[in-house]
């Protein structure tokens, strides 16, 4: 409660980044994020709860870093935010081109393929985050979820009211598929290849006698493919992107299976 009150004055009046104490509360702030003892955003019940001041303190923390050199011979950086370390205490496998920035936490057993996590986001137990996955700033992302190769998790610190993008337990994404503007993606839900969400898509269920169409979020075990709809313009009638539910995840089908296991109990290759 101190931090949270401290970080609030903060934001209203910069002028007090002066003081020691609030810088001071910055940084705790961003530890505390770091080890997993504070989120972004955190299940609430079947809901979820975003902790605006959280999302203050990451910002006011670009504001106070200097910048530094870093050196990776034959590789330089130049930046304001520290990497994480110590992998092999946290018990995360990371593999070379690996980058996860400091503010970021990743639980135990995740595998971090070449890819990138950005501060203030949450990586659940036994996750995979696949070749050129990217896991954008404050995202939370569940346990055992499979971010397959070339995912882009959409990451929100400005605008701030904007909710990040949640991604819950069991999830599985296809590869290339993008999510972005605080799109919710409920438990053990499969993205087949190529899925975009934003808070416009179009998300219709067509997998009953009449569409149902929702708008950011996919429903627990959905299995949701690309689509498209005919919307008139001016010029004419075109093709827009759309997701399609093309039903739900089986029991039979382990939390562990391939996207084309999940996908062939619908006759749909992806």
Known sequence: ME???????????????????YTDAIKNVIEEVDKGRLRTAEPVGNDWKVNEWVKQ??????????????TLPPFEFYDKMKLKSNYKELGVRAV?????????FIDRNVVLMPSYVNIGAYVG????????????SCAQIGKHVHLSGGVGIGGVLEPLQASPVIIEDGCFLGSRSIVV?????????????????????KIIDVSGPEPIEIKGYVPERSVVIPGSYTKKFPAGDYNVSCALIIGKRKASTDLKTSLNDALRDFNIAV
């Open 3 to 21: 931090l949270q009150i401290l970080i609030k004055e903060a934001w209203a009046n910069r002028e007090l980044l002066k003081d020691s104490i």
């Open 57 to 70: 303190a990451i910002l006011m923390y670009f504001g106070i870093q200097p910048m530094e050199t870093y």
């Open 96 to 104: 070379p081109h690996a980058v996860a920035r400091y503010g970021a």
């Open 125 to 136: 137990e036994g996750t995979m985050v696949d070749t050129w996955a990217t896991v954008g």
């Open 181 to 201: 503007e605080g799109v919710r993606v409920c438990k053990e839900a499969v993205l087949g290849a190529n899925v975009v969400l934003t808070q416009s898509t």
